[in-house]
């Protein structure tokens, strides 16, 4: 955790039950694993400050332990730590979010629900950091990277070997940013200058990124998404630049049966049938029944339903009808360490042994993907993982293993050099 700002607080966020819900969220990510991004999609008030503190939270907590020790003769309670980080996240790196409104709301809430006692503690540790924030940040600074930066020693050790220390400090720098939103115009209804101009009307326009023979234009932060003209029309559609890679190295052309095998939420997808030109055939494949759902639901707002055929299935056991394909786009699951400024969690989840379990999915999908594709079609493996055993490593492994397929190109995304989400995507072409 680098210190974001040390500037003077201003006048508290109306956030109501605002923190009670963030700190509701924490305390089922610490408690019991849950996935603060599924829960976030519950909340319908204050989210984008509930959102702010919730990840805010899990992207510099380990910084904030730190920070408890430092303060705390003993550990404090299971309870108590959830209320305690949203307290200190919010003291130590939130501008707008006055010391009073930090310190008094979070005891406000242990009060409720604490002896008296331990609102007590909660209350003096508070307090103290408020006291002696600079030298409790500048005393941060000081600490090994990952505990000023706030990630685990295995990842940072894992990158350090990987891409350089240099690198390595660089991409934990760039995981503790806020991520501003992308868009891109769904083509199929409207240009993207019509989506620029009306995002711009809004005010709701800051800067463009031209990659992979498209624009994507960058939402203000703060901004409500779904709420922006355009979104309930299906004129555009959400989506980080990287994920342009994988549907250009297809390179689908009109008229040709396609498969996204593993499509939700649909942003590939929705890419796909945008280059296919409503020509062809397009299916889409999804596993889980909620995930199914959420990609129909998706594609229907991008009013695409009637042209992508979509099916419960998975991947790895292909109906018998499903036939050959001429292009086939395999968006794997990974550890998805490329997409941790987005997902802030991802860097406490991650481990070998989970990899390892990954690379044998994969390389299954890679198998079965293999099986579908016509000759001379293109398959395009792709994850949002910046670890070699998942990328580079594994086609090699897989080619040289599989006759009859090649390696015809191949994209790789390092987020703080090419400004965008990690990803490795490999075209695969059937001879």
């Not at 894992?158 to 240099?166: E, I, N, Q």
């Not at 994920?243 to 498969?259: E, H, K």
């Not at 579908?372 to 090699?396: A, H, I, K």
Request: hydrophobic share 45%; aromatic share 6%.
């Amino acid at each position: 955790m680098a210190a974001e700002s040390t500037t003077p607080r201003q006048a508290p966020h109306p956030a109501g039950d605002a923190r009670a819900t963030a700190i509701m969220i924490i305390k089922r990510w610490l408690q019991a694993g849950a996935f603060p991004g599924r829960l976030l999609e519950d909340v319908r008030h204050d989210r984008a400050f509930i959102t702010e503190l919730v990840y805010g939270v899990v992207r510099h907590y380990r910084a904030l332990s730190w920070v408890i020790n430092l303060y705390a003769r003993v550990p404090p309670d299971r309870e108590l730590l959830p209320p305690l980080l949203i307290g200190l996240y919010q003291l130590l790196l939130l501008d707008d979010v006055a010391d009073y409104a930090a310190v008094n709301e979070t005891v406000a809430y242990v009060k409720q629900r604490r002896p008296r006692a331990e609102t007590g503690f909660v209350n003096a540790l508070l307090r103290q950091v408020t006291r002696t924030r600079p030298e409790c940040l500048r005393r941060l600074t000081q600490q090994p990277p990952g505990i000023r930066l706030s990630h685990p020693d295995r990842l940072l050790q894992r990158w350090t070997a990987h891409y350089g220390a240099d690198r390595a400090l660089k991409l934990c720098e760039w995981n503790n940013r806020r991520a501003a939103p992308t868009v891109c115009a769904n083509n199929l209804l409207a240009a993207p200058e019509r989506v620029r101009a009306d995002l711009a009307a809004q005010d709701a326009l800051a800067g463009s990124v031209k990659a992979w023979n498209r624009e994507f234009l960058v939402v203000s932060r703060g901004v409500a998404v779904p709420a922006l003209p355009g979104f309930t029309e299906g004129l555009w559609l959400p989506v980080d630049p990287a994920a342009g890679a994988a549907v250009q190295l297809l390179a689908v052309q009109s008229g040709q049966r396609v498969l996204d095998a593993c499509a939700a939420p649909g942003g590939k997808t929705a890419l796909l049938a945008a280059d296919l030109e409503g020509q062809g055939e397009l299916t889409a494949w999804e596993p889980q029944a909620a995930r199914l759902q959420r990609l129909q639901e998706n594609l229907l707002r991008l009013r695409l339903e009637s042209f992508v055929r979509t099916r419960q299935v998975n991947a790895l056991h292909p109906p018998a009808d499903a036939g050959r394909f001429d292009r086939i786009l395999l968006d794997v699951p990974c550890s998805n360490t490329g997409v941790i400024r987005h997902k802030p969690d991802v860097r406490w989840r991650f481990s070998l042994n989970r990899m390892r379990q990954l690379n044998r999915l994969q390389t299954a999908l890679l198998t079965a993907a293999a099986g579908l594709l016509r000759p001379g079609g293109r398959m395009v493996y792709s994850t949002c993982s910046l670890e070699p055993e998942e990328n580079r490593m594994l086609v090699d492994d897989w080619l040289k293993k599989k006759t009859g397929f090649r390696r015809v190109d191949e994209a790789v995304s390092f987020p703080p050099q090419s400004g965008m989400d990690g990803l490795y995507a490999a075209a695969i072409a059937c001879r």
